[in-house]
C-alpha cells in the first residue's frame, strides 16, 4: 500500500504548484477570449459600403476620398478611421498606422475570417475583402472605445503583483498542509516530553490518533507503549510497597522477641545492637511505604485550600527547630496564594526541603511563595556549603547521597528527596535545585496554580 503521508505530502505542493501555474497561464487566455470577438454586422455594414463605393468608382483608390470620408463620418460621436490593405499588406491609403492595428492585421490573418478586437482604449475590426480590377484589396476599421475590463485584466497589466500574489498565495497554500502534518507532531512532542519527565498519564489527543495516516498510526502506538510504561511503573511502585508492607510482619515479631527477651532480663550489648538496627529498618520500611504512596498518590484526594493554611503545622514544626538549633526561618507566602493539591503529599514534600535546609545552613533559612494566572513558585534558600553541581539533579533519585559539602552524617537512606520529588511530580510540577553564591541551596518547586 502506498505511503499516505507520502501521498499527502505530493498532491498538496503539486496541486499548489499545478493550481498557481494554470491560474497564470490562463490570464492571457481569458484576455484574448475576452476581447476577440466576431465582427459585429453594424461594423461590417460600414466597411461594406465603403468598398462597394470603390468598386463602383476605382479611381476613389489613389485619391484622398477615405480621408475625406472620415471627416464627415462617425459612429455614435466617435471619428472612425479606416485602413484600405492591398495583397502585399501595405497601408496605401496612409503612412501612420498604429501599433494596435498593425498587431491586429497579424491576429485577423491567423484567425483567417473578420473579427473585432479591443485594446485598452480602441475597438479594432475587420478584414472585409474585395477586388478591384482582379487585385485583392483589405478594409480595416479603428474606433476610439473603452469599456470596463474584467477584474483578471487588472493581474495582467501589473506582472509584478501578480508574480507576488501568486507566491504569496502558494505560501499559504503550503503552510495550511505544514499547520496540518506540525499540528499532529506537536501533540506527539508535547505528550512525550511529559512522559519524560515523569508525567505517565498523558496521552496524544484523540484527533491525533483517529487520523488516518501514519502520524495517526505512530500516535496510536505511542499512547500503548505510553499504557505499558504507567502500567509497568505502577506495578513496579505497588510491588515495592507490598514487599515494605510485608517486611513489617518479621520486623515486628523480631521487636516482639526483643522486647521479651528485655523483660526475662536477657538484655546484652547484642540485644541493644539487635533493637538499633531494627529501628532502623523499621524507618526504612516506612519510608519505602511513603515513596510508593508518593508515586501512586492513592492516599489522598485532591483538594482546592491555601497555601499558607494547607502549610500552616509544617511550619510551625520547621520554625521550633530552626529556633532550637539557633537558626532563623523567614517564611513569606502571599494569602492569596490557593491551589488544588494533595496536602499530605505536599506538606511532607516540604517538610523533607525544610528539615534539609535547617540541618545544612549556618544561619538563615527562608521559605518564599509567590504566584502567577498558571503557576505557583516556592523557594526554599539556606546558607550551607551545597552541592557539587554534577550532583544537582542526582540529589532527587531514590537512596542517592551526595559525598560532597552535605555529607552522610545524617544518617538516612537518600529517600528524602525522592519523596519531595515524587510528591512534586504527583501535582504535575517539577523540582529543581541550584547553588548559590558565595554559598548555599536554592530549591525551587514549580505548581501548577
Given at each position: 500500500?502506498?505511503n499516505?503521508l507520502?501521498i499527502k505530502?505530493?498532491?498538496?505542493?503539486?496541486?499548489?504548484s499545478?493550481?498557481?501555474?494554470?491560474?497564470?497561464?490562463?490570464?492571457?487566455?481569458?484576455?484574448?477570449?475576452?476581447?476577440?470577438?466576431?465582427?459585429?454586422p453594424h461594423?461590417?455594414?460600414?466597411?461594406?459600403?465603403?468598398?462597394?463605393?470603390m468598386?463602383?468608382?476605382?479611381?476613389?483608390?489613389?485619391?484622398?476620398?477615405?480621408?475625406h470620408?472620415?471627416r464627415?463620418?462617425?459612429?455614435?460621436?466617435?471619428?472612425?478611421?479606416?485602413?484600405?490593405?492591398?495583397?502585399?499588406?501595405?497601408?496605401i491609403?496612409?503612412?501612420?498606422?498604429?501599433?494596435?492595428?498593425?498587431?491586429?492585421?497579424?491576429?485577423?490573418d491567423?484567425?483567417?475570417?473578420?473579427?473585432?478586437?479591443?485594446?485598452?482604449d480602441?475597438l479594432v475590426?475587420?478584414?472585409?475583402?474585395f477586388?478591384?480590377?482582379?487585385?485583392?484589396?483589405?478594409?480595416?476599421?479603428?474606433?476610439?472605445?473603452?469599456?470596463?475590463?474584467?477584474?483578471?485584466?487588472?493581474?495582467?497589466e501589473?506582472?509584478?503583483?501578480?508574480?507576488s500574489?501568486?507566491?504569496?498565495?502558494?505560501?499559504?497554500?503550503c503552510?495550511?498542509?505544514a499547520?496540518?502534518l506540525?499540528k499532529a507532531?506537536?501533540?506527539?512532542?508535547?505528550?512525550?516530553?511529559?512522559?519524560?519527565?515523569?508525567?505517565?498519564?498523558?496521552r496524544?489527543?484523540?484527533?491525533?490518533?483517529?487520523?488516518?495516516?501514519e502520524?495517526?498510526?505512530?500516535?496510536s502506538?505511542?499512547n500503548?507503549?505510553?499504557?505499558?510504561?504507567?502500567t509497568?511503573v505502577?506495578?513496579?511502585?505497588?510491588?515495592?510497597?507490598?514487599?515494605?508492607?510485608?517486611?513489617?510482619?518479621p520486623?515486628?515479631?523480631l521487636?516482639?522477641?526483643l522486647?521479651?527477651a528485655?523483660?526475662?532480663?536477657?538484655?546484652?550489648?547484642e540485644?541493644d545492637?539487635?533493637?538499633y538496627?531494627?529501628?532502623?529498618?523499621?524507618?526504612?520500611?516506612?519510608?519505602?511505604?511513603?515513596?510508593?504512596?508518593?508515586?501512586?498518590?492513592?492516599?489522598?484526594?485532591?483538594?482546592?485550600?491555601?497555601?499558607?493554611?494547607?502549610?500552616?503545622?509544617?511550619?510551625?514544626?520547621?520554625e521550633?527547630e530552626?529556633?532550637?538549633?539557633g537558626?532563623?526561618?523567614?517564611?513569606?507566602?502571599?494569602?492569596?496564594?490557593?491551589?488544588?493539591?494533595?496536602?499530605?503529599a505536599?506538606?511532607?514534600?516540604?517538610?523533607?526541603?525544610l528539615?534539609?535546609?535547617?540541618?545544612?545552613a549556618?544561619?538563615?533559612?527562608?521559605?518564599?511563595?509567590?504566584?502567577?494566572?498558571?503557576?505557583?513558585?516556592i523557594?526554599?534558600?539556606?546558607?550551607?556549603?551545597?552541592?557539587?553541581?554534577?550532583?544537582?539533579?542526582?540529589?532527587?533519585?531514590?537512596?542517592?547521597?551526595?559525598?560532597?559539602?552535605?555529607?552522610?552524617e545524617s544518617g538516612g537512606?537518600?529517600?528524602?528527596l525522592?519523596?519531595?520529588?515524587?510528591?512534586?511530580?504527583?501535582?504535575?510540577g517539577?523540582?529543581?535545585?541550584?547553588?548559590?553564591?558565595?554559598h548555599?541551596?536554592?530549591v525551587?518547586?514549580?505548581?501548577?496554580?
Open positions: 500500500m502506498p499516505r507520502f505530502l505530493l498532491l498538496g505542493f503539486w496541486l499548489c499545478s493550481l498557481i501555474i494554470a491560474l497564470v497561464g490562463l490570464l492571457p487566455l481569458l484576455q484574448q477570449n475576452h476581447d476577440k470577438a466576431p465582427l459585429a461594423l461590417e455594414k460600414v466597411l461594406a459600403g465603403v468598398a462597394q463605393r468598386q463602383a468608382n476605382p479611381s476613389l483608390i489613389p485619391s484622398d476620398f477615405l480621408r470620408w472620415e464627415h463620418r462617425s459612429m455614435e460621436g466617435k471619428p472612425l478611421r479606416l485602413y484600405l490593405v492591398n495583397s502585399q499588406g501595405q497601408v491609403n496612409t503612412n501612420r498606422v498604429s501599433r494596435s492595428v498593425r498587431n491586429f492585421m497579424l491576429m485577423a491567423e484567425e483567417k475570417h473578420p473579427i473585432s478586437h479591443q485594446f485598452k480602441e475590426f475587420g478584414p472585409y475583402a477586388s478591384l480590377q482582379g487585385e485583392p484589396y483589405f478594409l480595416y476599421g479603428r474606433l476610439p472605445d473603452s469599456h470596463p475590463r474584467p477584474w483578471f485584466f487588472f493581474f495582467i501589473n506582472k509584478l503583483l501578480t508574480l500574489l501568486a507566491i504569496a498565495l502558494s505560501g499559504l497554500l503552510g495550511l498542509l499547520w496540518h506540525g507532531l506537536n501533540s506527539l512532542k508535547k505528550s512525550a516530553n511529559a512522559l519524560a519527565q515523569g508525567d505517565l498519564s498523558n496524544v489527543d484523540s484527533a491525533t490518533t483517529e487520523r488516518n495516516d502520524i495517526g498510526e505512530l500516535a502506538a505511542f500503548s507503549m505510553a499504557d505499558s510504561i504507567e509497568m505502577n506495578n513496579q511502585q505497588r510491588l515495592m510497597g507490598d514487599i515494605s508492607h510485608e517486611l513489617r510482619t520486623l515486628t515479631r521487636q516482639l522477641s522486647a521479651l528485655r523483660k526475662k532480663g536477657q538484655q546484652s550489648t540485644t545492637r539487635i533493637a538496627e531494627a529501628e532502623q529498618l523499621e524507618r526504612l520500611i516506612t519510608e519505602l511505604l511513603e515513596l510508593s504512596r508518593a508515586k501512586l498518590s492513592t492516599n489522598e484526594t485532591k483538594v482546592h485550600l491555601g497555601l499558607a493554611e494547607s502549610l500552616s503545622q509544617v511550619l510551625d514544626d520547621a521550633f530552626a529556633a532550637q538549633q537558626k532563623r526561618l523567614t517564611i513569606e507566602i502571599e494569602e492569596s496564594i490557593e491551589l488544588s493539591h494533595y496536602p499530605k505536599l506538606s511532607r514534600a516540604i517538610e523533607n526541603l528539615r534539609n535546609a535547617i540541618r545544612y549556618a544561619q538563615e533559612i527562608s521559605l518564599h511563595a509567590t504566584h502567577s494566572a498558571t503557576q505557583v513558585h523557594t526554599i534558600k539556606d546558607d550551607g556549603p551545597g552541592i557539587d553541581a554534577q550532583e544537582l539533579e542526582a540529589i532527587f533519585k531514590p537512596f542517592y547521597r551526595p559525598d560532597s559539602a552535605r555529607q552522610r537512606w537518600g529517600l528524602g525522592a519523596i519531595t520529588e515524587a510528591a512534586i511530580t504527583a501535582h504535575k517539577n523540582i529543581k535545585a541550584q547553588n548559590c553564591q558565595p548555599g541551596l536554592e525551587t518547586i514549580t505548581l501548577p496554580a
